[in-house]
């Protein structure tokens, strides 16, 4: 039948995937809607099941999220895993690890520009009497020329 459980080593219900991956399950079913993971088949009530498979799959979306994968990145390395693309793999993954390095190098410049002036205003703040300097800063004040 094609909507019993296949053989798998371990059914795993999507709460008890979720829970094994570490996620809650409505993770599972936003990556079965995105195309990322499907379950292995169903129960005979006709609940989503899946295997050990399935479970790494999960977790290797899991992992490349938290390097800072967005999920189009992860649909492509889903298909160069699936596909075991060989040499074409390794210079797509290639690419797109420099272009997530791009990303994070551009994100930590702006970063250490934040923090420099988040210290100054900070130094700034406690330098001073009176007023706050960095509220007087921030606040915008409206111009003659505007209604």
């Known amino acids: 039948m094609a909507n019993t459980i296949p ?3 371990v059914p795993y219900s999507i709460g008890a995937m979720a829970k094994a991956a570490g996620v ?8 079965e809607r995105r195309g990322l993971l499907t379950p ?3 129960s005979r009530a ?13 977790r290797f979306i ?7 994968f967005t999920l189009e990145d992860i649909a492509a390395l889903l298909t160069l ?3 075991g693309a060989g040499e074409r793999c390794r210079s797509e993954v290639s690419a797109m690890l420099a272009g997530r390095l791009a990303d994070v190098e551009m994100r930590l410049a702006d ?7 988040l210290r100054e205003a900070a ?6 009497n009176g007023p706050c300097p960095v509220l007087a800063k921030l606040t915008v004040k409206k111009s003659a020329n505007r209604a």
């Open 7 to 9: 053989r798998m080593t």
């Open 24 to 31: 809650p399950t409505t993770t599972v079913r936003y990556y």
């Open 40 to 42: 292995d088949g169903r």
């Open 46 to 58: 006709k609940y989503r099941v899946y295997g050990e498979a399935s479970l790494e799959r999960l």
């Open 62 to 68: 899991r992992s490349a999220q938290a390097t800072g």
């Open 81 to 83: 895993l699936d596909e």
């Open 111 to 117: 970063l250490t520009r934040v923090r420099e002036v």
């Open 123 to 128: 130094a700034t703040c406690r330098a001073s």
